[in-house]
C-alpha cells in the first residue's frame, strides 16, 4: 500500500526559518548553532531534508502539499519579516504583539521574503524534479465536517479536506490542537505530529 502524506503549511515554514537561518550563518562564516526554537521545529527540517534527498524515492510512499497551504506559508514568512524589523528597532518584546501588525511593509520589500518561498517552491515542486504533488480541490462537505464536528479553523479544514480528497492517510503537522481534534476521526486520514511520524512511520 502507498503512503500518501500531506505537508501541512508550519511544517514548510520551519523548513524555510531553518533553512535561512543555517544560510546566514555559512555567510557570516559562524559556527552553525541551533537556538531553543530551532531545535524545538528541527524535525520538520529533517522530514523535508529527507524528501530533498530522495530518501523515498524507491519505497511506497507520496507526498503532497497545496498552493493554499502555500499561502499559508507566506504569510508566516512576512510575519518573520516584520519581527526582525522590530528586533532591529530595539522594540522591547512585550509590545511585540501590539505593533506588529501596525508595521507595513514596502513593494521593494517582497523579492525578499518572496526569496524564501521561492526556494522551497523550486527544491520541492519543480515540475522537472518533483518531490510534492500539488492538491488543490476539495469537497465542501468535508470542510464542513472538520468546522463543525472536529472543531479545526478554517484554513486547517480546507487543507485537511484537500488531503482527503487526494487519498492521503496521512497528514503532518505541529499544531498540537489539531492533531488533538482529529484524534480518532472518521474521515479516513491520520493526523500525526512531525516527531510521531518519523518515529513511527520512517
Not at 32 to 42: A, G, S
Not at 48 to 58: P, R
Not at 60 to 85: D, M, W
Not at 131 to 137: A, S, W
Amino acid at each position: 500500500m502507498t503512503n500518501r502524506v500531506f505537508i501541512d503549511s508550519n511544517i514548510i515554514a520551519n523548513w524555510i526559518i531553518i533553512s535561512e537561518a543555517i544560510k546566514l550563518t555559512k555567510e557570516t562564516k559562524d559556527k552553525i548553532e541551533l537556538n531553543d526554537f530551532h531545535k524545538k521545529i528541527q524535525n520538520s527540517y529533517l522530514l523535508l531534508e529527507k524528501i530533498k534527498e530522495n530518501k523515498y524515492e524507491n519505497e511506497s510512499v507520496q507526498f503532497f502539499t497545496s498552493q493554499f497551504s502555500l499561502c499559508e506559508v507566506y504569510n508566516v514568512i512576512g510575519t518573520e519579516f516584520k519581527a526582525r524589523k522590530l528586533f532591529e528597532k530595539n522594540i522591547p518584546f512585550r509590545y511585540w504583539t501590539s505593533m506588529i501588525k501596525k508595521i507595513k511593509l514596502k513593494n521593494e520589500q517582497f523579492p525578499e521574503i518572496n526569496k524564501s518561498l521561492d526556494g522551497f517552491a523550486n527544491t520541492f515542486l519543480n515540475p522537472n524534479n518533483l518531490k510534492m504533488n500539488e492538491v488543490d480541490t476539495y469537497k465542501k462537505d468535508n470542510v464542513g465536517r472538520l468546522l463543525w464536528i472536529y472543531n479545526c479553523n478554517t484554513h486547517d479544514g480546507v487543507l485537511i479536506a484537500q488531503a482527503i480528497n487526494k487519498k492521503c492517510n496521512y497528514f503532518i503537522t505541529e499544531d498540537e490542537e489539531l492533531i488533538k481534534n482529529m484524534k480518532n476521526n472518521h474521515l479516513g486520514i491520520k493526523v500525526y505530529h512531525c516527531d510521531t511520524f518519523i518515529r513511527e512511520k520512517l
